[in-house]
T-cell receptor, first 114, second 112 residues
Framework: DAGVIQSPRHEVTEMGQEVTLRCKPISGHNSLFWYRQTMMRGLELLIYFNNNVPIDDSGMPEDRFSAKMPNASFSTLKIQPSEPRDSAVYFC????????????FGPGTRLTVT | SQKIEQNSEALNIQEGKTATLTCNYTNYSPAYLQWYRQDPGRGPVFLLLIRENEKEKRKERLKVTFDTTLKQSLFHITASQPADSATYLCAPSNFGNEKLTFGTGTRLTIIP
């Protein structure tokens, strides 16, 4: 298994531009999580899906952030418009389901907004 | 609000010694707690899960304890090696709630 796949690995964009981060979870996993990691705030959960349905988006910082999971094998996190304070590493993670609480993280996308 | 604290941001340990990392939580009663390892430029990797009714859990050179009275988990690496150098994160949670709230992390350096 290739593990959780994220793209792009690095993104540099100018303030005000739209940014789309992509994630492919491990096949068969039914939960997907988006995290953001910064030096100041550590690793924070933004939103998670269960069976493609958003369950908890209380960590999404503001309306500029949106996430979708159109099917079991793909999810996007979009920031529109982007701001310099959005600069961080964004991780996607997936989990298989009942009885297995381990989350498998992707390699992350390092976002820099100038 | 829930608060999860891990001891000192950085910990330096001599190779061969036991490294002990601390995870304290407040305003929280987790049913289990997970420990993850994160290397620079990579995502966290799961190491161990301990349930509230388990006082101790071991995996090779790793040992985790969970004291619900003290609201604390200790993570031990025995016979430490330079390859154990990484940031270690704790994440308490409850069954039926898939959310993980991570601690601040402890950056461990094993000195040869």
């Amino acid at each position: 298994d290739a593990g959780v796949i994220q793209s792009p690995r690095h993104e540099v964009t100018e303030m005000g531009q739209e940014v789309t981060l992509r994630c492919k979870p491990i096949s068969g996993h039914n939960s997907l999580f988006w995290y953001r990691q910064t030096m100041m705030r550590g690793l924070e959960l933004l939103i998670y899906f269960n069976n493609n349905v958003p369950i908890d988006d209380s960590g999404m910082p503001e309306d500029r952030f949106s996430a979708k999971m159109p099917n079991a094998s793909f999810s996007t996190l979009k920031i529109q418009p982007s701001e310099p304070r959005d600069s961080a590493v964004y991780f996607c993670a997936s989990r298989s389901g009942e009885g297995d609480y381990e989350q498998y993280f992707g390699p992350g996308t390092r976002l820099t907004v100038t | 609000s829930q608060k999860i604290e891990q001891n000192s941001e950085a910990l330096n340990i001599q190779e061969g010694k036991t490294a002990t990392l601390t995870c304290n939580y407040t305003n929280y009663s987790p049913a289990y707690l997970q420990w993850y390892r994160q290397d620079p430029g990579r995502g966290p990797v799961f190491l161990l899960l301990i349930r509230e009714n388990e006082k101790e859990k071991r995996k090779e050179r790793l040992k985790v304890t969970f004291d619900t009275t003290l609201k604390q988990s200790l993570f031990h690496i025995t016979a430490s090696q330079p390859a154990d150098s990484a940031t270690y994160l704790c994440a308490p949670s409850n069954f039926g709630n898939e959310k993980l709230t991570f601690g601040t992390g402890t950056r461990l350096t094993i000195i040869p």
